[in-house]
């Protein structure tokens, strides 16, 4: 069975940077984009960015767009999300996601992390 292992997060002040990492353990992985959502308090989930499995593809959503950086990589079993000029807004808790190479960012979505929290102070 696959596993998606968040690790990352942390606390950070208006405009600094932090590294999110993912890695898909267990199981046979292949053939799946990875993505990236977040969720704060009080808010519905949304999709950040993602990755198809071959790296050629990314899409952000627009606040993030010019700050945030998705890559893979490690035989493509792993994901990062460079996270650069943060704002409190950014504040949330950020979700690792799988979903087969062939369906859209829409999902469905067959692996989730357990989640990372980032905090964002002013």
């Known amino acids: 069975q696959v596993q998606l292992v968040e690790s990352g997060g942390g606390l950070v002040q208006a405009g600094g940077s932090l590294r999110l990492s993912c890695a898909a353990i267990?199981?046979?992985?292949?053939?799946?984009?990875l993505a990236w959502f977040r969720q704060a308090p009080g808010k519905e989930r949304e999709f950040v960015a993602g990755i198809t499995w071959s790296g050629s593809g990314t899409l952000y959503t627009d606040s993030v767009k010019g700050r945030f950086t998705i890559s893979r990589g490690n035989g493509k079993i792993t994901v990062a999300l460079q996270m650069d000029s943060l704002k409190p807004e950014d504040t949330a808790v950020y979700y690792c996601?799988?979903?087969?190479?062939?369906?859209?960012?829409?999902?469905?979505?067959?692996?989730w992390g357990q989640g990372t929290l980032v905090t964002v102070s002013s």
């Open positions: 996601a799988a979903r087969p190479d062939y369906t859209t960012w829409d999902g469905p979505y067959d692996y």
């Open positions: 267990g199981g046979t992985f292949r053939e799946h984009a």
